[in-house]
């Protein structure tokens, strides 16, 4: 199988990726961006003019950057591990299995399909963002870099979600004991300096709190963190859970019987 052969598997499993989240829109795009306005006008709007600046910036500029990066990865994770899923519970997985296509071109189909829902929502939200506040971008290239790769690693995380779900139930487990709390204790609402030294090293624990603070850095020139020590540890996150992803599918975990 040569690579015009691989390239035709890869953007086979990508468009249909697409459109599976494209054909159902109201769904999977308009949702987040109900919730995410919501957010605005509550957080930024009404409780915002309350509390004022945050560092340096208004509440409603100092959340927005979070607000965005929380609707990314919600997304990439969602689409990957409620559709990998689905093709496992309908056998539908096993025919690409059984096929020629490598894994590692299977395993890239699906998570470029979770990013680019992560992203598509991620702009949707932005520019529901300009409607609430101005958006200045202080380093347009960084900005564009972590939400790619935040995208891409919250999405390798929901096909490995699925390779392990056995039922639907399983699939909603990590992202609401995990995900959700670690999204809103991940400095989305808050700066960390504001708590006490104690909790302020536990949050330093809390991986979104490095990707949110890189992506606010971005946009907004101020972080908690060293984002380019973030950009590094997010970097190492994705090769091991590409790694990891591609050692279960090609053993597979979950799916063979």
Known sequence: M??????????????????????IWPQTLLPPAITMTLY????????GSRI?????????????????????????YSNVVSSFFSSKFQHSIEELLVSPVPSWVIL???VLGGVAR?????????????????????????????????????ALGGFINALFARS????????TFVLTPLTYLGGVFYSIHLLPDFWQGVSLLNPI????????????GVSDINPWAA??????????????????????????H
């Open 52 to 76: 004022g600046e945050m560092g340096g910036f208004t509440y409603m500029q100092f959340i927005m950057p979070g607000l965005i990066m929380m609707s990314v990865i919600t997304n990439s």
């Open 118 to 154: 992560g992203l598509i929502v991620g702009l949707v939200v932005t520019i529901l963002a300009l409607f609430f506040t101005d958006l200045q971008v202080h380093h347009l290239g960084l900005t564009l870099l972590v939400v790619f790769l935040t995208a891409v690693l919250f």
């Open 168 to 175: 639907f139930d399983d699939i909603a487990i990590i992202p």
């Open 108 to 110: 890239t189909g699906y």
């Open 209 to 220: 709190l490095y990707m949110v603070n890189t992506f606010r850095y971005g946009i907004l």
């Open 2 to 23: 040569n690579i015009s052969l691989y390239r035709v598997a890869f953007l086979t499993i990508l468009r249909k990726e697409i459109r599976r989240f494209t054909r």
């Open 40 to 47: 605005f006008v509550i957080f930024g709007s009404l409780i």
């Open 231 to 256: 950009l590094s540890a997010i970097s190492l996150f994705i090769l091991v859970f590409f790694s990891l992803a591609l050692y279960l599918l090609e053993k597979g975990r979950g799916i063979r």
